[in-house]
């Protein structure tokens, strides 16, 4: 294992909450995945986003306003189709379409951050806590400042339900986003995270606001979450399946489609330093390139353990014993 210390951020914390297997799988054994083109299309959307809120590209925002779709910009749709078609997805009958719509909802929804002032777009922050002791990483699509001490965070969403239940109650997400905020300005009143789904037109906002005695108990499950991230063994990974939750199990198969990306066999090449830990992975040894120190080494992944009988894709393969975590 590595000694560098692992940083928490809102995804490695909700995934290690939902399955510990799938967080073993994607954060210690790196297992790449195959292209999803929601995902995809969410990475474009927040593409054209960024570079709208530039000053330079403003007046591409007003065209599609004006036009109600990506036709206002021709600049914007060729843009879109370039990375559509890069990503392999432009023909797949619905991803135009869905980027196009999803576009004009988030250009609808207080873009530019009306009555306030633009502080950051797409910005990382990192931070460091001593009592409790964690370190907590992430990126903040979008962040206003308005007068009389209010910020406000927007988090775009390209995924087809909203927040429910305890989602919406408790989110990683907006926590750490609010920590965040209040870090960097100290004296804000009032701290206001917005999650705007894309693909629900009338109604695309949800709103929450984390009260100080939720940021204080969350802190000391950071710190919790911190030890246990940098102490994680092929153990620990075995004790929280997803299978074994019914609040979470369907993130094992659902529909007629949908398969864990780690549930099957798979064959894919590793990047490793010198210490033997993987770096990056791929599913193909030319998109890999090793620096003198590395070495690229072809890897089987046996599929998921909590589904010992389940009907594999591929052949049955087990990790090599000279790379064992």
């Not at 408790?170 to 917005?194: C, D, F, G, H």
Request: with cysteine; glycine share 6%.
């Amino acid at each position: 294992m590595s000694n560098l210390e692992k940083i928490l951020s809102a995804s490695r914390i909700k995934t290690l909450e939902t399955c510990s297997w799938s967080y073993w799988c994607n954060y210690h054994l790196k297992v790449p995945q195959r292209s999803n083109s929601g995902a995809m299309r969410g990475t474009v959307c927040h593409l054209v986003f960024e570079l709208l809120l530039k000053k330079r590209h403003l007046h591409h925002y007003k065209k599609i306003l004006k036009y109600n779709g990506l036709e206002g910009s021709p600049a914007v749709d060729r843009l879109i189709k370039k990375h559509l078609k890069k990503d392999g997805i432009l023909d797949d009958g619905e991803s135009y379409e869905l980027c196009d719509a999803m576009i004009v909802v988030g250009l609808q929804n207080d873009f530019i951050g009306e009555g306030g002032k633009m502080e950051g777009v797409e910005e990382r922050f990192l931070l460091e806590n001593e009592e409790p002791e964690y370190k907590v990483m992430g990126f903040i699509d979008k962040l206003i400042k308005y007068t009389k001490g209010k910020v406000k965070i927007v988090d775009y969403k390209s995924s087809k339900y909203k927040f429910r239940g305890e989602e919406l109650d408790s989110n990683i997400q907006a926590m750490v986003y609010t920590l965040a905020a209040k870090r960097k300005y100290p004296k804000a009143k009032e701290v206001l995270v917005e999650f705007l789904f894309l693909r629900f037109p009338r109604r695309p906002a949800q709103q929450i606001h984390v009260t100080e005695e939720q940021l204080r108990g969350f802190e000391y499950y950071m710190e919790h979450v911190f030890k246990v991230i940098n102490s994680f063994t092929e153990q620990d990974a075995k004790t929280n399946f997803a299978e074994s939750n019914p609040k979470v199990r369907w993130m094992c198969k659902a529909g007629k489609t949908w398969r864990c990306p780690y549930l099957d066999p798979v064959d894919y090449y590793a990047l490793l330093n010198e210490e033997g830990n993987v770096i990056k992975s791929a599913f193909k040894k030319s998109d890999l390139s090793a620096k003198p120190n590395e070495k690229i080494k072809k890897m089987k992944y046996e599929g998921c353990p909590a589904h010992p009988s389940e009907p594999k894709l591929g052949a049955t393969a087990v990790i090599e014993d000279d790379f064992d975590f």
